[in-house]
């Protein structure tokens, strides 16, 4: 135990740098940064699965009784060897037991495998999904191979790897724009406030310059005329009305950047917090195949998605940790840029969608 009281006074010290007259709260940077170090650190001597659950715990207790980080920094060694920092430390420490409680700040987990900051098991929200995949169009210029067969893929994915069940998943093959906001509207009265949803839709998309307005084109798309266009305002409408914990759209379509309103990158979300936290703050995120540029019909955004998806062994995966885990490779290996951030005007207040693996 004595090891780790120097790593965490290190740790406090290169979270905060140089302590200022004026005192600031803690930054999701300063969180990530603590947390960050504290597992490079501890994951040698404790294990990486151990050293997480112990450096997230950590964060936090610093954090609830130093709200200000300049205050944080004047920890020292012999403040963290009183009994009650040693406490602190021994709790943050404990592991997993046999019933599957998690003790601590992080103290248990839900049937799900959430972790939650109170000492009762918390089961977390069902997880719904629309898939949609559209290939086969009314006007057969505008046919693509590869959509519709995306769309099922992700289903596969999701129901065989994740906690999403084969009910609660709509899969929706060359549907009509009225068939794609029909089911969106009809979520509204299903989806309940601890639920969770994920949009995907592979297909054409279109940019308006004059409008300043992204679409999807769904299967009766006309070319010439835009009251068959799904657009960006009418998506963002849906997500604001279906009262989820945390909706994550994913779209791989030309132009489907056109769902943020500002490609600049402080619509970002500036670091990966805490799961419980993520969790407990609702969200409305997306993540997309390009910014204001075509793609593709041979998505290399979907080649690279559905494989970390696939391959992923992370209990808690967050959308931030999915899109930063491809997001180089699709560089590498097209033309297109991924976009990731925050759906204005949707509900999001700061937390982020957690792809959760089924138990084995």
């Not at 001597?45 to 964060?59: F, H, I, K, N, P």
Request: with cysteine; charged share 25%; aromatic share 10%.
């Amino acid at each position: 135990m004595k090891k780790l009281l120097p790593l965490l006074l290190f740790i406090l010290f290169l979270s905060t740098g140089t302590v200022k007259a004026q005192k600031n709260k803690w930054t999701a940077k300063d969180r990530t940064d603590f947390v960050n170090s504290c597992i490079e650190s501890a994951k040698t001597s404790l294990g990486e699965d151990t050293a997480t659950y112990y450096c997230y715990c950590m964060q936090v207790k610093v954090e609830e009784k130093y709200p200000y980080i300049e205050d944080a920094g004047k920890i020292t060694e012999a403040d963290l060897g009183t009994p009650e920092w040693q406490a602190l430390i021994k709790e943050c420490l404990k592991r997993k037991t046999g019933d599957d409680k998690q003790r601590g700040n992080m103290n248990s987990r839900g049937s799900n495998g959430v972790i939650t900051t109170t000492t009762e098991l918390t089961s977390v929200g069902k997880y719904y999904a629309v898939l949609i995949g559209v290939s086969d169009y009314m006007d057969p210029e505008l046919d693509l191979d590869n959509p519709a067969i995306d769309a099922a893929k992700m289903k596969e994915i999701l129901t065989r790897k994740y906690i999403f069940d084969e009910s609660t998943i709509t899969l929706l093959k060359n549907p009509t724009r009225s068939q794609i906001i029909s089911e969106l509207f009809r979520l509204r009265k299903v989806i309940g406030a601890a639920d969770n949803l994920l949009i995907f839709y592979a297909g054409h998309g279109y940019w308006d310059n004059d409008a300043k307005q992204g679409y999807w084109w769904a299967r009766d798309a006309s070319t010439q005329d835009p009251s068959t266009w799904l657009s960006n305002s009418d998506l963002r409408e849906q997500i604001r009305s279906i009262k989820s914990a945390h909706t994550l759209l994913i779209s791989d379509a030309c132009f489907s950047g056109g769902i943020f309103r500002s490609r600049d990158v402080t619509n970002l979300m500036n670091a990966t917090q805490d799961i419980q936290l993520l969790y407990k703050m609702p969200s409305r995120r997306a993540i997309t195949s390009g910014t204001m540029t075509a793609v593709p019909d041979r998505s290399v955004f979907l080649e690279y998605l559905t494989k970390r998806l696939n391959d992923n062994s992370t209990k808690f995966l967050t959308s931030q940790q999915l899109f930063d885990s491809f997001r180089t490779a699709v560089i590498n290996n097209s033309s297109v840029v991924p976009q990731d951030g925050v759906i204005a005007e949707t509900g999001d207040e700061g937390g982020d969608f957690i792809f959760i693996l089924r138990d084995k």
